[in-house]
């Protein structure tokens, strides 16, 4: 047996031998990791979790997300599943290893779920939001929390370029050239331009996204938005399947994955409370 830290060093877990399935929701700033991904030098969120998840179970865990972030691009609801045979209360998963996490890093909720469960594999979907500060002046205390421009935008025009990405398409033009996917065909469900005050946010909802695909989009509808482009542009922009067509690759700092999306049965939260400032934040 081991001891919970979440509750107070109190006994309440036992190894069974029986492997169980664990989901975790995720939240974390990601100014300053090297993205999710873990690597030998360290320094990523994922490599963070797991080293919290194995002092709190008192042996080696490994997790697999839902989908991985770059280096400082945030998390509200990032989703992963581990497999142990430690048996424990579903909020001990919560306290336990938050207690050995940073501050920048929370476990948000935890599920026992069936071996059929798959974090990555059973997602139907995945969500982002980008927010992004309009103003004369570069911010200060959302610094690395939101983007930057400083010339006014055209709500009408970049929701107008926006639609020319709306369902399944090879999006070439939008994909770096460390990406990894086996295909650059994707479905774009959603994009959303909502403004409130000097706050801009821009919302994604798609089958799955590739490497910079986010932030390329991003820089093209910042073109639009102050005039640099029309919006029919995004159109000719898609078509080229070429990412020198495209804009350069808009800053991380105000990109958030908002969380997967699975079908009803696994009994997974898809929303969590946090970043309340957000426009439309659930």
Not at 23 to 39: D, E, I, M, P
Not at 125 to 132: D, K, T
Not at 153 to 169: N, R
Request: net charge positive; aromatic share 10%; hydrophobic share 40%.
């Amino acid at each position: 047996m081991a001891s919970d830290p979440g509750s107070g060093g109190q006994t309440s877990a036992s190894s069974t031998g029986a492997i169980r399935r664990i989901a975790l929701g995720v939240s974390y700033r990601g100014t300053n990791y090297k993205g999710w991904q873990s690597q030998p030098s360290g320094g990523t969120v994922q490599d963070a979790l797991e080293r919290a998840l194995s002092r709190f179970a008192a042996q080696p865990v490994k997790v697999m997300c839902a989908g991985r972030t770059d280096a400082g691009v945030h998390g509200l609801n990032q989703v992963v599943h581990l497999d142990t045979e430690l048996s424990r209360d579903p909020f001990s998963w919560v306290r336990g290893p938050n207690a050995f996490l940073p501050r920048d890093i929370a476990v948000q909720w935890a599920v026992e779920v069936t071996p059929a469960f798959h974090a990555r594999n059973s997602a139907r979907g995945r969500r982002y939001a980008y927010v992004l500060l309009e103003s004369a002046v570069r911010p200060a205390m959302e610094s690395g929390q939101v983007g930057w421009v400083f010339r006014p935008l055209d709500q009408q025009a970049m929701q107008d370029s926006a639609v020319h990405l709306i369902g399944e398409h090879d999006f070439s033009s939008f994909r770096s050239s460390q990406c990894q996917s086996p295909t650059p065909i994707k479905t774009l469900r959603q994009i959303q331009v909502s403004k409130i005050g000097p706050y801009w946010r821009f919302d994604f909802e798609g089958n799955a996204f590739l490497h910079h695909m986010i932030r390329n989009i991003m820089g093209c509808l910042i073109a639009v938005g102050t005039g640099g482009q029309k919006p029919d542009w995004m159109r000719d922009v898609l078509a080229a399947r070429d990412r020198d067509a495209a804009a350069p690759t808009f800053s991380p700092d105000g990109l958030y994955f908002l969380g997967p999306r699975y079908d009803e049965q696994w009994g997974l939260p898809q929303e969590v409370p946090g970043m309340v400032w957000l426009p439309g934040n659930s």
